[in-house]
């Protein structure tokens, strides 16, 4: 059930009587720098669920579709969304907001389901106004617009048309829109919106600028998922992006990033459970090999990457991460008595001590073992010499993993890296050409599996294409829409 969206001008201008003043209040973001602009205080922590629209008629068609509303979901797209619903079935979200655009507010719809709550129809979740290069094919675009198009495709943050610069405006609008959905009285919210304007409003919210455009993959009806996390001090929320892209199908099928060939892939896994585990996840518990919850993890992530050819598996010489890098060999390597491969494949295993978690964490002198396990966030807790440690430490382990996928003779090659979540999280900071100080704006849970692109090569800019996937590990993943912790009012 959708609310009637308020009357504009035209789909590329903003309403009639659209508010730019009130906009601009209370704005959740902190800038490329890391800062936080003024923020009215949350009282309750927030979860923020963004999901892209299914395939539309113009998707299939590979023709730029920008704000313009002449699409309308295929008979995949709405498959898709259907599957979406399903991944989201059990949240009890308070509230959807989406774009108006036919293939977005249709998503909604099947998304939303039977639920008696008015969808609110937002019109700053409208996709990137394209002007111009709206309802061209994409080969079309490059002929008639040449060297305007080639900007679009290489440098999009500083790319102009008609005398607009559509990524710079679309981040504005993607500001405004965090206004009214944190203003919104609620805990879980639901957002259906489009691919470029979804990754504006994760990189705004995180606090990442425009040139990171493109760098945060968003496929059709992909999910990913930011919790706000209140503080007591006066000062803005925690903000952690929990999950990204989580597709209806597999995160490592097809080997395209954003539609694009990926040249070289480096896959995060995360070991599972430890014999020294609590029953609510775990962090840092000495040299301990998998209890079985670890085993099951393990043998999900193997499968996972079963249809994947992979050149390396590089593990921490922690014996969790061991195990967890043999059953992923084992199952590669079999790959042609289990049907997925028409010859046994053969696999590198190597160890870096460089991921490593257990030697930077044992010099701390906080009490570790009271750490809550893997809240959003939980990076912020840590003393800042360990952190800055983890840094440097991840920072080679990045270069080492760069140095194997380095031959650019061997296209589509694929590096596994098996560790703790935190080196991960750092890995992933180092891909980003980010600092420490964003290590707390990322989650990675156990047994989860994320995935780093280079369509360009190694030397190229990364594209997180996945984080923190579990729907592999089936009764033992975690939900998407279930929050990891709960916080009563500050």
């Known amino acids: 059930m959708f609310l009637v969206a308020k009357p504009c001008c035209s789909f590329l201008h903003v309403p009639l009587d659209y508010d730019l003043n009130s906009t601009i209040r209370n704005v959740v973001v902190r800038c490329s720098r890391s800062s936080v602009q003024n923020v009215e205080l949350l009282k309750v922590a927030k979860r923020v669920v963004l999901?892209?629209?299914?395939?539309?008629?113009?998707?299939?068609e590979g023709r730029i579709q920008g704000s313009s509303d002449f699409s309308v979901l295929t008979n995949k797209g709405e498959s898709q969304a259907e599957t979406s619903r399903q991944m989201l079935i059990n949240d009890n979200f308070d509230v959807c907001f989406a774009s108006p655009l036919a293939?977005?507010?249709?998503?909604?719809?099947?998304?939303?389901?039977?639920?008696?709550q008015l969808i609110i129809p937002e019109f700053n979740l409208r996709e990137i106004d394209l002007y111009s290069f709206q309802g061209l094919l994409k080969h079309e675009g490059k002929a008639r617009f040449g060297s305007s198009y080639q900007q679009?495709?290489?440098?999009?943050?500083?790319?102009?048309?008609?005398?607009?610069?559509?990524?710079?405006?679309?981040?504005?609008?993607?500001?405004?829109?965090?206004?009214?959905?944190?203003?919104?009285?609620?805990?879980?919210?639901?957002?259906?919106?489009?691919?470029?304007?979804?990754?504006?409003?994760?990189?705004?919210?995180?606090?990442?600028?425009e040139e990171y455009f493109r760098t945060l993959l968003q496929s059709n009806c992909g999910v990913s998922v930011l919790d706000f996390t209140p503080r007591s001090d006066g000062v803005?929320?925690?903000?952690?992006?929990?999950?990204?892209?989580?597709?209806?199908?597999?995160?490592?099928?097809?080997?395209?990033?954003?539609?694009?060939?990926?040249?070289?892939?480096?896959?995060?896994?995360?070991?599972?459970?430890t014999q020294g585990n609590t029953e609510d996840g775990f962090l840092f518990v000495g040299d301990q090999p998998l209890n079985m919850l670890g085993v099951i993890q393990s043998q999900k992530s193997a499968e996972l990457l079963l249809d994947l050819k992979v050149s390396s598996i590089i593990s921490s010489p922690n014996k969790s991460c061991i195990e967890t890098a043999t059953a992923i060999s084992?199952?590669?390597e079999a790959a042609d008595c289990l049907g997925a491969d028409s010859v046994p494949r053969?696999?590198?295993?190597?160890?870096?001590?460089?991921?490593?978690?257990?030697?930077?964490?044992?010099?701390?002198?906080?009490?570790?073992s009271s750490f809550p396990a893997f809240q959003p966030g939980w990076l912020n807790k840590v003393e800042d010499?360990?952190?800055?440690?983890?840094?440097?430490?991840?920072?080679?382990?990045?270069?080492?993993?760069?140095?194997?996928?380095?031959?650019?003779?061997?296209?589509?090659?694929?590096?596994?890296?098996?560790?703790?979540p935190a080196i991960h999280i750092a890995l992933m900071a180092h891909c980003l050409n980010l600092t420490k100080e964003w290590l707390g704006s990322f989650h990675l849970d156990a047994g989860s599996v994320s995935v780093l692109d280079f369509p360009d090569g190694p030397k190229g800019r990364g594209v997180i294409g996945c984080v923190n996937y579990t729907a592999h590990l089936g009764r033992w993943s975690i939900p998407i829409t279930r929050s990891t912790y709960d916080v009563e009012e500050v």
């Open 236 to 273: 803005s929320p925690l903000i952690s992006l929990n999950r990204l892209n989580q597709t209806p199908g597999s995160p490592v099928a097809g080997g395209k990033s954003g539609g694009r060939e990926a040249s070289k892939r480096i896959i995060l896994v995360c070991n599972g459970s």
């Open 330 to 332: 084992q199952v590669q």
């Open 152 to 209: 679009w495709q290489v440098d999009a943050a500083n790319f102009v048309i008609d005398g607009h610069y559509p990524v710079r405006e679309l981040w504005d609008r993607a500001r405004s829109c965090w206004t009214k959905i944190l203003d919104h009285d609620s805990r879980s919210v639901l957002v259906v919106a489009h691919n470029a304007v979804n990754q504006a409003l994760i990189s705004t919210a995180i606090g990442l600028g």
């Open 346 to 368: 053969y696999v590198e295993m190597k160890q870096m001590e460089n991921l490593d978690i257990e030697t930077i964490f044992k010099q701390s002198k906080m009490d570790i």
């Open 51 to 60: 999901v892209r629209h299914g395939q539309s008629t113009w998707n299939a």
């Open 103 to 116: 293939r977005s507010k249709r998503t909604a719809e099947i998304i939303w389901g039977p639920r008696q």
């Open 385 to 420: 010499e360990l952190i800055t440690k983890l840094w440097d430490q991840s920072g080679k382990a990045w270069k080492s993993l760069l140095d194997e996928i380095s031959d650019e003779s061997r296209s589509g090659e694929i590096v596994v890296a098996v560790s703790h």
